[in-house]
Antibody, heavy 125, light 108 residues
């Protein structure tokens, strides 16, 4: 059974650095057809993609948040970590990690097929 | 543009058919995926790729696309289908992912 589970603080203060951990099971972070993204959702608002780590350890970041976000992984622990600096109240959201799977060969396509339950974060002094 | 645009809200009578659309330049190159999110829950993938359903997703859900528009169709909507639906795809660069603004589906 494939699962992802987010963990981290419930509350951070403005200007602090956030660290979230996604613990995965049931698949390998080194699987060439899989990767893990972080996605967030402010209360009552839409989903926003933040960052992605590929099976070869390459990373991709949202253009708007690239200067503040770092994604990394520890394959021995099956964990993906998101760090976000200089937190602000507008960063208040539910943060999800999700597995991305790639299908096909001639015209590959991908989707976030398994999601964690999400972790609720409030940024407030 | 790398954005995906969805209508904010759509309604359908119980048992009828409804389509939810997603518009974006990147959809000319990349498939749209569709996610259903019920209140207080994580999103669930319902359609991916050209028109694929993950295991456990009812066959009343289907996907299609034409040009820069992708559609999710629910044939014979049920009360339990009431939820927010999000489309997603890669952006024009192919190096990032984007989500639409979401469509709230009400089943009357």
């Amino acid at each position: 059974q494939v699962t992802l589970k987010e963990s981290g603080p419930v509350l951070v203060k403005p200007t602090e650095t956030l660290t979230l951990t996604c613990s995965v099971s049931g698949f390998s972070l080194s699987n060439a057809r899989m990767g893990v993204s972080w996605i967030r959702q402010p209360p009552g608002k839409a989903l926003e993609w933040l960052a992605h780590i590929f099976s070869n350890d390459e990373k991709s970041y949202s253009t708007s948040l690239k200067s503040r976000v770092t994604i990394s992984r520890d394959t021995s622990k099956s964990q993906v970590v998101l760090k976000m600096t200089n937190m602000d109240p507008v960063d208040t959201a539910t943060y999800y990690c999700a597995r991305m799977t790639i299908w096909g060969s001639y015209r590959p396509f991908d989707a976030f097929d398994i999601w964690g339950q999400g972790t609720v974060l409030t940024v407030s002094s | 543009s790398s954005e995906l645009t969805q209508d904010p809200a759509v309604s359908v009578a119980l048992g009828q058919t409804v389509s939810i659309t997603c518009r974006g330049d990147s959809l000319r190159t990349y498939y749209a995926n569709w996610y259903q999110q019920k209140p207080g829950q994580a999103p669930v993938l319902v359609i991916y790729g050209k028109n694929n359903r993950p295991s456990g997703i009812p066959d009343r859900f289907s996907g299609s696309s034409s040009g820069n528009i992708a559609s999710l169709t629910i044939t014979g909507a049920q009360a339990e289908d009431e939820a927010d639906f999000y489309c997603n795809s890669r952006d024009n660069s192919g190096n990032h992912w984007v989500f639409g603004g979401g469509t709230k589906l009400t089943v009357l």
